[in-house]
């Protein structure tokens, strides 16, 4: 994650926008709500903290005070729409341009129609420079095997948040298994603390936890990025440095003294580069080379 956002609350500061976002969601005051949330942003908390400690952790007091009769289903209802749209507008701020060149699909496990958690998992993985197809709610087994077959993506995460439905993410894992070259499987959600899938590769109600797992199992380190990624974050940075300078192909090809198809195949990936070129380019469009080629940039594109 981009060190523009690695600020870890302090305990008081946790509890205190724990208890008012609470209260925000629970009489279903949009504005405080989203203001809290902008406001921890703007103070560079970690993405999971802001979604995992604070609304996730929110959500998951609604869900009890509901379970206990002390809130109606409509108030949980609301509270959880409330939720979709503040992940949404944090999603937009955390979003960067970091990528590994891995792939994951995301979903609620069939029956299961809570968002939530597999939103949590997969935006999680985003913000760590993974490509990632969240498929939603209740994807049906068969369905979602089909898709990972044709797809082959490295990673599927599964989420699931009510006990019923866990034979159905068992069944799903053991279909996702018996493919030829089956992908990692990681199963989340509050029910894992006490049933943990034994066919999964790992299980956790903790997205944070989970999270982190995948980094290591895949050993995602800077260094492990490949050179077609980082070729391809490269000719972004430099397609939208130029188009920022209201340059053309042509125009920064010029300036830099290059020919213009080379231009073209750097900003598509698909051209090697020198540090004498970079050097040229860096000139051309006024920047110092370790902005051209850094992964943390101020300018964060989805890819």
Request: charged letters at 25%; a negative charge.
């Amino acid at each position: 994650m981009s060190q523009q956002y690695s600020v870890k609350p302090k305990k008081n500061e946790l509890a205190k926008i724990r208890g008012d976002l609470l209260h925000a969601l629970i009489e279903g005051d949009q504005l405080t709500a989203s203001r809290l949330v902008d406001t921890a942003i703007s103070e560079r908390w970690e993405p999971s903290n802001v979604y995992v400690r604070v609304i996730g952790h929110c959500l998951a007091e609604i869900g009890a005070r509901w379970h206990a009769g002390d809130l109606s289903i409509a108030s949980e209802h609301r509270a959880t729409q409330m939720a979709l749209r503040l992940l949404g507008n944090a999603q937009q701020a955390y979003v960067n341009g970091k990528r590994v060149g891995r792939r994951a699909v995301i979903t609620s496990v069939e029956g299961d129609t809570h968002l939530i958690g597999g939103l949590t998992f997969a935006d999680l993985l985003r913000f760590e420079g993974w490509d990632v197809d969240f498929l939603g709610a209740d994807t049906p087994a068969d369905a979602l095997v089909e898709l990972i077959e044709n797809d082959s993506p490295e990673l599927v995460g599964l989420s699931v948040t009510i006990e019923e439905f866990l034979p159905n993410a068992s069944k799903t894992v053991s279909a996702i298994k018996q493919l030829q070259n089956p992908p990692v499987v990681v199963v989340g959600g509050a029910v894992m603390a006490a049933n943990p899938i034994l066919e999964a590769d790992f299980c956790s109600e903790d997205a944070v936890k989970a999270v982190d797992w995948v980094q290591k199992h895949f050993d995602l380190n800077e260094s492990s990025v490949t050179v077609e990624v980082l070729l391809s974050d490269l000719g972004e940075r430099i397609r939208r440095l130029r188009k920022d300078r209201g340059l053309s192909q042509q125009g920064l090809a010029s300036r830099a003294n290059l020919d213009r198809s080379y231009v073209s195949a750097l900003e598509n990936g698909k051209q090697n580069v020198s540090f004498a070129t970079l050097k040229g380019i860096s000139d051309a469009l006024e920047v110092g080379i370790a902005e051209l080629i850094s992964r943390e940039w101020p300018f964060g594109y989805s890819s």
